[in-house]
């Protein structure tokens, strides 16, 4: 059995719904795409530029070789309905929360990897246009990654080895149906400006939690009853039509169901949100509760909680 054929039995009994490989030779696309962008949007600018080190992987990793990339699908878990009108379908099912079954996923992985005697390096790479050119994922005009099998609800892992391995041929472009553009016009605050253009200063993913506030009240007032993250492109997609099976159980979110809803948040003590929310946000400061109360509170006032409002995923 090669190496590679190893991987991909490793990748599979570790869980992954796909592993591909490709080379480390400069993502030229995605530099270019970068650059387009920070041309389109200048206030963003300095957030392209920042993911630009990322084109050229051997500038910083000259001994590496090969990329191996991996998608986890997290479509798969029973996630209580209700925190998904609220919170990104993503976050709730965040590897990097304790509870969650993918946790040390990865860092088996890596370890399977390193077994083989390889040099291993865990991301610096665009992970998403690996996975492209390794032939497990294409790009909607969303600007997500979707995988054969499972839409747009995954993730994207990849490592960097110093082994020369045959790379997979790489994916074919356009996915989407002619003519779609339900994600254009399904955004609240008109990010996706035309197919595959997408101003992050514009995304409500951004300005939940990530841009400096207070957010500008044009796009305050777009941002609905979204409180972390938003899902409205990926619940209108054709292409996740019926990818979402509530195949596995979520005990990480078992007792936060009443702790996650706007009227929770909007007025939670410290003690309640150090000890039950922050556990599963982790990577977010802990002293950032006023951001989830401002969140929350606007939520609350957006006109749109009713489940007639409601957009879920298609299917
Ligand atoms: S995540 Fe939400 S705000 Fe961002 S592009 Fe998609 S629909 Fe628009
Ligand atoms: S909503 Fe339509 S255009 Fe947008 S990513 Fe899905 S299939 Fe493509």
Redesign the pocket.
């Given at each position: 059995m090669t190496h590679k054929d190893q991987i991909k039995r490793f990748a599979a009994e570790l869980g992954y719904h796909a592993c591909g490989i490709t080379g480390v030779y400069p993502f030229e696309n995605y530099r270019s795409a970068l650059q387009a962008n920070a041309e389109r949007f200048p206030e963003a600018g300095e957030l392209y530029r920042r993911m630009e080190r990322r084109a050229t992987p051997l500038a910083l990793n000259p001994w590496a070789k090969s990329i191996v990339v991996c998608v986890r699908r997290y479509g798969k878990y029973a996630i209580p309905e209700p925190l998904a009108r609220h919170i990104?379908r993503n976050y709730l099912c965040d590897r990097r929360i304790k509870g969650c079954p993918d946790n040390t996923v990865p860092s088996r992985m890596k370890a399977q990897l390193a077994a083989l005697g390889m040099r291993v390096r865990t991301g610096g790479v665009p992970s998403r246009e690996a996975a492209v050119r390794a032939g497990i994922v294409r790009i909607g005009r969303?600007?997500?990654a979707y995988a054969a099998g499972c839409g747009s609800w995954i993730n994207i892992e990849a490592w960097m080895v110093d082994a020369e391995l045959e790379p997979d041929t790489p994916a074919p472009p356009a996915p989407c149906p002619e003519g779609c553009r339900a994600?254009l016009d399904?955004?609240?605050?008109?990010?996706?400006v035309d197919p595959y253009f997408?101003n992050m200063k514009?995304?409500?993913?951004?300005?939940t939690y990530e841009s400096p506030t207070p957010v500008p009240g044009e796009l305050w007032d777009k941002?609905g009853p979204?409180i972390y993250?938003?899902?409205?492109?990926?619940n209108c997609c054709p292409m996740n039509a019926g990818q979402w099976e509530r195949l596995e159980p979520t005990p990480w979110l078992d007792g936060v169901g009443d702790k996650l809803t706007p009227e929770a948040l909007a007025s939670m003590d410290q003690e309640t949100y150090t000890n039950m929310i922050y556990p599963l946000f982790g990577y977010i400061p802990p002293n950032g509760l006023s951001r989830w109360h401002a969140n929350a509170k606007r939520a609350l006032d957006c006109g749109q909680l009713s489940d007639g409002d409601i957009v879920r995923p298609a299917g």
């Open positions: 990104g969303n600007g997500f994600c399904a955004c609240p605050t008109q990010a996706i997408i514009r995304c409500v993913a951004y300005l941002m979204w993250g938003c899902d409205d492109c990926q």
